[in-house]
T-cell receptor, first 111, second 116 residues
Framework: RKEVEQDPGPFNVPEGATVAFNCTYS??????FFWYRQDCRKEPKLLMS???SGNEDGRFTAQLNRASQYISLLIRDSKLSDSATYLC????????????FGTGTRLKVLA | GAVVSQHPSWVICKSGTSVKIECRSL??????MFWYRQFPKQSLMLMATSNEGSKATYEQGVEKDKFLINHASLTLSTLTVTSAHPEDSSFYIC????????????FGPGTRLTVL
């Protein structure tokens, strides 16, 4: 079983739609969680950290469910510029700062 | 703040040659740097973790004699792909963590290596 799993997609949605991605992780002792965005042939860029209480940043909402070991990202009112690959990232257990990346979920927002 | 640069951004080389990639933290001291590799349509795979002044820690399956990592200062780490072969063609990305902010990795723009 992969340490971090995501549905690779692609998710094709019309502009203005709401879309949700899920991610599951296998290590229950994982410490920190993030969503990164990666555009084609570019480096990943931090979209948002994910906190236990859930957090929101504009059109983006992230949730963490430790009991079920999954993380979600909700994008409301999708824009064409949201088209990218969204990477779920889990930081290793205490004492290591390694990031473990999911394979990413591709999103295409269509006009 | 927290800018990481990589050089070169892309390189094409012949099979059998060695290629050096530099990763620099421009406005902070990087206690730890990480080297990743990403093949097309795959996610980033950690190759090694590098701490300034000490030997790099390589992930399982990564040949330390083929991928030489040097972290000589708090702002510079280098990855040398020795005797490169076509299967080493990939997107190599470094990241760095700052002192006191180890939870956040700052990524460089990546280096695209093509081995002919």
């Amino acid at each position: 079983r992969k340490e971090v799993e995501q549905d690779p997609g692609p998710f094709n949605v019309p502009e203005g739609a709401t879309v949700a991605f899920n991610c599951t992780y296998s290590n229950s002792a994982s410490q920190s969680f993030f969503w990164y965005r990666q555009d084609c042939r570019k480096e990943p860029k931090l979209l948002m950290s994910v906190y236990s209480s859930g957090n929101e940043d504009g059109r983006f909402t992230a949730q963490l469910n430790r009991a079920s070991q999954y993380i979600s990202l909700l994008i409301r009112d999708s824009k064409l510029s949201d088209s990218a690959t969204y990477l779920c990232v889990v930081r290793g257990t205490s004492g290591t700062y390694k990031y473990i990346f999911g394979t990413g979920t591709r999103l295409k927002v269509l006009a | 703040g927290a800018v990481v640069s990589q050089h070169p951004s892309w390189v094409i080389c012949k099979s059998g040659t060695s290629v050096k990639i530099e990763c620099r933290s421009l406005d902070f001291q990087a206690t730890t740097m990480f080297w990743y590799r990403q093949f097309p349509k795959q996610s980033l795979m950690l190759m090694a973790t590098s701490n300034e002044g000490s030997k790099a820690t390589y992930e399982q399956g990564v040949e330390k004699d083929k991928f030489l990592i040097n972290h000589a200062s708090l702002t510079l780490s280098t990855l040398t792909v020795t005797s490169a072969h076509p299967e080493d063609s990939s997107f190599y990305i470094c990241s760095a963590t700052a002192s006191g902010r180890t939870d956040t990795q700052y990524f460089g723009p990546g280096t695209r290596l093509t081995v002919l």
